[in-house]
């Protein structure tokens, strides 16, 4: 048992990587994010938990928004924390 799923996980790191070689040309940016609030709710699969995270956005044009999103991690990663700052890829012509 313990070495299909350490297979699986293998398989799905192992596809996660190939699928963030693959690039492609760079028609996104990234965006400045900061976490504004963030909780674990109570469904989730087994070893995984579910955040809701609200976060303030800043694209590379200085335009800012909020969002809120939810997010499904392994048990293992942190959950994001208020105040929380990041980089993620966006695409600021999509965001309108």
């Known amino acids: 048992m313990k ?45 995984y938990h579910t955040i809701k995270a609200t976060m303030l956005v800043t ?10 999103i939810y997010e499904v991690i392994p048990w293992q990663v942190p959950p994001p924390r208020r105040g929380q700052r990041v980089r993620v890829r966006c695409d600021p012509p999509a965001l309108n």
């Open 59 to 68: 694209a590379s044009d200085a335009r800012r928004f909020e969002t809120t």
């Open 3 to 47: 070495s299909s799923v350490l297979a699986l996980m293998l398989l799905l790191t192992m596809t996660g990587f190939a699928e963030a070689r693959k690039g492609g040309p760079r028609d996104t940016r990234t965006c400045r994010a900061e976490v504004l609030h963030s909780e674990e709710l109570p469904i989730a699969p087994p070893f």
